[in-house]
């Protein structure tokens, strides 16, 4: 009796860290993975990756600055409720990594894709985002090689938590992948188009630092202060000489940001001012997915400085069917 009563013990017991060793293969089978995830970007890549297996929810709303989104409490019950929670890091998301960490699951991780993108050596620091200040840019993936190595945390993260559907989020990453690599290469076709002398960006908000080097182009300046209010008259007189020297077509907002000194910029300088780029949020349908952000932002940024907008007409901008 005694001994079968410790046989009983010792495999709950083995059951229990069965259980907290692997929570999501020993839960049920039809439990579905919850994942939160912060910007709309990234929500919608892993959206493409997880397929019908994941549900996830984004505390970030579309059109919101992310840079100063504080959690609200509801966010509190979804973050707790999380089984895998993915943000960007390098530090774009601290308020809400903050509340993540007091609120999750003991076996919830926090993927930080940029960290484990980038080596710290390869951080950038410039202008929105200056080495004293400590934080590094955290717009990673308007540069897709990047993105297409967060799409890899995201498919190995995936497999790893819910082995059952491995096959599924496999193929998804596969077929995700090939769309990026289209878009890769069209974002190369349309800077080619672009006249050599104006492949240069002149933005409000800091967001293009790394995909500036990968596709031939020089941020020259971005002008949202690193507190993001908007910048003094001195800082201001400078661009507008720059941009008159350099003979700069075009400067871009983003509808995120909207701002009154870009206006005054672009009407003293003579260069065109277009507010519609994204690093954030997602474009109305069809082409509401972050492929067609990215789509949306060439076809921008080509007609305004010279080149051919018609460069993107092959990238398909759906979200994988599921
Ligand atoms: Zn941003």
Same mark, same amino acid.
């Given at each position: 009796?005694?001994?079968?009563?410790?046989?009983?013990?010792?495999?709950?017991?083995?059951?229990?860290?069965?259980?907290?060793?692997?929570?999501?293969?020993?839960?049920?089978? *039809?439990?579905?993975?919850?994942?939160?995830?912060? =910007?709309?970007?990234?929500?919608?890549?892993?959206?493409?990756?997880?397929?019908?297996?994941? &549900?996830? =929810?984004?505390?970030?709303? *579309?059109?919101? &600055?992310?840079?100063?989104?504080?959690?609200?409490?509801?966010?509190? $019950?979804?973050?707790?409720?999380?089984?895998?929670?993915?943000? !960007?890091?390098?530090?774009?998301?601290?308020?809400?990594?903050?509340?993540?960490?007091?609120? $999750?699951?003991?076996?919830?991780?926090?993927?930080?894709?940029?960290?484990?993108?980038?080596?710290?050596?390869?951080?950038?620091?410039?202008?929105?985002?200056?080495?004293?200040?400590?934080?590094?840019?955290?717009?990673?993936?308007? !540069?897709?090689?990047?993105?297409?190595?967060?799409?890899?945390?995201?498919?190995?993260?995936?497999?790893?938590?819910?082995?059952?559907?491995?096959?599924?989020?496999?193929?998804?990453?596969?077929?995700?992948?090939?769309?990026?690599?289209?878009?890769?290469?069209?974002?190369?076709?349309?800077?080619?188009?672009?006249?050599?002398?104006?492949?240069?960006?002149?933005?409000?908000?800091?967001?293009?630092?790394?995909?500036?080097?990968?596709?031939?182009?020089?941020?020259?300046?971005?002008?949202?202060?690193? !507190?993001?209010?908007?910048?003094?008259?001195?800082?201001?007189?400078?661009?507008?000489?720059?941009?008159?020297?350099?003979?700069?077509?075009?400067?871009?907002?983003?509808?995120?940001?909207?701002?009154?000194?870009?206006?005054?910029?672009?009407?003293?300088?003579?260069?065109?001012?277009?507010?519609?780029?994204?690093? &954030?949020?997602?474009?109305? $349908?069809? *082409?509401?997915?972050?492929?067609?952000?990215?789509?949306?932002?060439?076809?921008?940024?080509?007609?305004?400085?010279?080149?051919?907008?018609?460069?993107?007409?092959?990238?398909?901008?759906? *979200?994988?069917?599921?």
């Amino acid at each position: 009796m005694k001994i079968s009563q410790l046989n009983a013990h010792n495999f709950l017991s083995f059951f229990a860290i069965l259980l907290a060793l692997n929570p999501v293969n020993a839960a049920e089978p *039809n439990s579905i993975l919850r994942i939160v995830t912060t =910007v709309p970007p990234i929500t919608n890549i892993v959206e493409n990756v997880g397929g019908a297996n994941v &549900d996830v =929810v984004g505390i970030v709303p *579309n059109g919101i &600055d992310s840079h100063t989104f504080e959690p609200v409490p509801a966010d509190a $019950k979804i973050l707790a409720d999380a089984d895998i929670i993915i943000v !960007n890091g390098l530090d774009l998301e601290l308020p809400t990594i903050k509340l993540a960490e007091k609120v $999750k699951k003991s076996g919830t991780p926090i993927i930080h894709l940029g960290n484990s993108t980038l080596k710290k050596e390869e951080w950038q620091y410039d202008f929105s985002f200056p080495r004293e200040h400590g934080h590094p840019n955290p717009h990673l993936w308007p !540069n897709i090689a990047l993105t297409m190595r967060y799409v890899e945390i995201i498919r190995d993260s995936l497999v790893e938590f819910d082995s059952r559907h491995k096959k599924s989020y496999m193929a998804n990453t596969s077929t995700y992948l090939t769309k990026l690599k289209q878009l890769d290469e069209a974002i190369f076709s349309c800077v080619k188009t672009i006249p050599e002398k104006n492949r240069k960006l002149i933005t409000y908000h800091d967001s293009f630092a790394y995909f500036a080097p990968r596709y031939g182009m020089q941020v020259v300046a971005a002008i949202q202060p690193a !507190n993001f209010t908007e910048p003094g008259p001195r800082e201001i007189i400078r661009v507008i000489e720059q941009i008159k020297k350099e003979k700069i077509p075009a400067i871009f907002g983003s509808e995120v940001f909207p701002s009154k000194v870009m206006e005054q910029i672009a009407r003293e300088s003579g260069a065109k001012f277009i507010d519609e780029l994204s690093d &954030d949020e997602l474009p109305a $349908k069809p *082409n509401n997915s972050f492929i067609g952000m990215m789509v949306n932002n060439m076809v921008i940024m080509s007609d305004a400085l010279g080149g051919d907008p018609n460069c993107v007409v092959n990238v398909d901008t759906s *979200n994988l069917a599921h």
